[in-house]
């Protein structure tokens, strides 16, 4: 209860600005939205933190944005190119943060947004993206 109400609490103020809509989040696994991020059918967006790319890498083709950032909505906004009906994805560690997240989001006017729950390093939901092997970048 504690991560989520912290995580609630520090989402909000990036989506302040935008309507507030009741949307629901999709789900991808970690090998769907690798072949779609691939292909270009979606922006896969790695929320973790700088220290975490570092040790596993970001997943392939994923723009990595810190959801801890104060101006969130607007790096969101920009790796979408302001089309908040794009699809986009977003990864985090173990599905908690990008589930909560995507919540936001779809609450916030964004209408096709997918939770990767996997995440990079697993979770009940599968192995994750290191364990199934698939490709990682390094950060800049």
Wanted: net charge neutral; charged share 25%.
């Amino acid at each position: 209860m504690y991560f989520s109400r912290r995580l609630f609490l520090a989402v909000p103020p990036a989506f302040a600005a935008f309507p507030v809509f009741a949307e629901e989040v999709g789900y991808l696994t970690v090998t769907d939205a690798h072949q779609k991020a691939k292909t270009g059918e979606i922006v896969l967006i790695d929320i973790r933190r700088p220290d975490e790319w570092q040790k596993t890498g970001i997943a392939e083709g994923a723009v990595p944005i810190d959801m801890r950032v104060s101006d969130l909505g607007a790096r969101i906004d920009a790796a979408l190119k302001g089309n908040r009906d794009a699809p986009v994805a977003l990864i985090c560690h173990t599905g908690i943060r990008s589930s909560k997240l995507a919540e936001a989001m779809a609450k916030a006017g964004f209408s096709r947004v997918y939770d990767v729950g996997e995440g990079m390093g697993g979770s009940s939901d599968g192995p994750g993206w290191v364990k199934r092997g698939l490709p990682v970048e390094r950060p800049q």
